[in-house]
């Protein structure tokens, strides 16, 4: 039987020894920071629109999503006096508690003004129960240059349709598109004016849209895609693979 003294004292040697580092396997931390991946989920952050004014709109559909019920929210109406956000109503308090937060980021997927992100500091860490709850001066992003403190006016525009209409307000084109709806065959010089929205309703624009983008694409039409003329809606043809179609391409 081995004898546990002999063991504690291979402990013991080693416990006021530093790793070796060997290559890049090991990091010191805290000397040399974690590296995370770009999308880890770690502390929350309100963001700011260019002029300043915060994004959130007090709407508490985070605090709904939240599974933990880390977040409250209470909203409030701006006023042309005061005004926080660009809408009718901005979030006067807002609080996360990171003693029940679990980062699972349901909040930031609910958000519909991708007002609340994550980010990649991952040290919130603290000495009380108190510290770890967040306020909103806390959460909110930091002042960049040219934007201004709330509460002001709207800089980007005189009513809610100019102001996000003209986002951003830089004088160059606006190449926004919703998320998942990016084309890759842009050609940037023939992008649209600034204030044009790339997302409108109706078929008919869409398909112009597309046209843009791709000359040479039509739509099928119906008669084609009840006789099975269409390639597009019957998949391959004459035995050929999608992997083959995709090298083509």
Known sequence: ????????????????????????QTRMYPERPAMVMPRYHGRHQLNRWPDGLE?????????WACPA????????????EERYSPGERYGRVYQINYLRC?????????CPTRALTMLNDFEI???SREAMIWEKDRLLAPLQPGMEQPPHPRR????????????????????????GH???????????????????????????????????????SEHALEAGD????????????????????
């Open 69 to 80: 019920d880390a977040i409250y929210v209470e909203g409030a109406d701006n006023t042309e």
């Open 156 to 179: 980007l525009g005189d009513d809610e349709k100019t102001y996000f209409l003209g986002l951003p307000d830089t004088g160059l084109p606006d190449t926004r598109m919703p998320e």
């Open 230 to 249: 269409d390639s597009r809606a019957l998949g391959p043809a004459d035995g050929a693979s999608t992997t083959d179609k995709g090298a083509e391409r």
């Open 102 to 110: 679990i980062l699972c980021g349901f909040c930031i997927e609910a």
């Open 182 to 220: 990016q084309d890759t065959h842009v050609d940037e010089s023939q992008q649209r004016p600034v204030g044009t929205p790339w997302i409108r309703s109706g078929s008919e624009v869409r398909k112009e849209m597309r046209k843009q983008f791709h000359p040479d694409y039509s739509m099928p």
């Open 125 to 127: 860490a603290d000495t």
């Open 1 to 24: 039987m081995v004898n546990p003294v002999a063991g504690f004292g291979v402990t013991f040697s080693t416990l006021f020894r530093k790793t070796q580092v060997k290559g890049d």
């Open 55 to 63: 994004k959130c709109v007090g709407c508490e559909l985070c605090a």
